[in-house]
């Protein structure tokens, strides 16, 4: 089992900055990657970004350039760092682990953080 936490959503102003953060505590050594999923009301879940164990990144297209996902490996912690926010990038955001449970791929979900960008 994996257990996700992500903290860091808020309310900010469109051009602004937020950081999110995921903690993953439990079965760890199970996480093939980790990443950040969006979804707004009325709006499918979408990825935003995801990175490897291996440090590769994947991002979605609206965001590239202004968003950029870390990891920092002791603190098994994800970073998302969101810049240049804009009204459009408002969801709830799911931090999110690709994992193996009993050796089958599984995803695990954290609780979600609400992000907010007035214009």
């Known amino acids: 089992q994996v257990q996700l936490v992500g903290s860091g959503g808020g309310l900010v102003q469109a051009g602004g900055s937020l950081r999110l953060s995921c903690a993953a505590s439990?079965?760890?050594?199970?996480?093939?990657?980790m990443g950040w999923y969006r979804q707004a009301p009325g709006k499918q879940r979408e990825l935003v970004a995801a990175?490897?164990?291996?440090?590769?990144?994947n991002y979605a297209d609206s965001v590239k350039g202004r968003f950029t996902i870390s990891r920092d490996n002791a603190k098994n912690t994800v970073y998302l760092q969101m810049n240049s926010l804009k009204p459009e990038d408002a969801a709830v955001y799911y931090c999110?682990?690709?994992?193996?449970?009993?050796?089958?791929?599984?995803?695990?979900w954290g609780q979600g953080t609400q992000v907010t960008v007035s214009s």
């Open positions: 990175i490897t164990s291996g440090g590769n990144t």
């Open positions: 439990g079965s760890i050594f199970s996480i093939n990657a």
């Open positions: 999110n682990a690709d994992a193996r449970r009993l050796g089958v791929p599984y995803d695990y």
